[in-house]
């Protein structure tokens, strides 16, 4: 009986283990680089050009709609027809992380009809932003 137990909660740890070190190498891609200063040309410009700048650059529909141009540091910082995009060290009331953080309606989460940036990518502008939007 007791080499049953044995057998059984060895069985049971391998098990365990198994599943945690799976969750360990599946989540290894949602760790974030830390960086000691953000930069814009390094870390920010590359997340709007993969993203962003398909439809926010000029001739492009976001440009169009909206006015707001995503292919430069004075772009982003001009903001749209309705105003600034970003308030340098004010992350959380920037309208530009407002928008990527899909915090208002379907219709305003960004980039329209893709999925969502993932936390890595909106925590670099996040921190770029918090550093008081530099063109670094």
Request: some cysteine.
């Amino acid at each position: 009986m007791r080499r049953r137990l044995l057998v059984l909660g060895g069985a049971i740890f391998l098990a365990i283990g198994g599943t945690i070190g799976e969750e360990i190498i599946n989540s290894s891609d949602q760790l974030c680089a830390a960086t000691a200063k953000t930069s814009f040309a390094d870390d920010v410009m590359p997340i709007l050009v993969g993203h962003c700048f398909s439809c926010h650059q000029p001739g492009g529909q976001g440009n169009e709609k909206s006015g707001l141009d995503l292919s430069s540091y004075e772009g982003v910082m001009k903001g749209t027809k309705s105003g600034k995009m970003v308030i340098p060290g004010d992350p959380e009331s920037s309208n530009l992380m407002w928008l990527l953080d899909w915090r208002g309606a379907p219709e305003t989460h960004m980039p329209l009809g893709k999925k969502k940036l993932s936390t890595c990518d909106r925590d670099a502008i996040r921190a770029w932003i918090r550093e008081g939007a530099k063109n670094n």
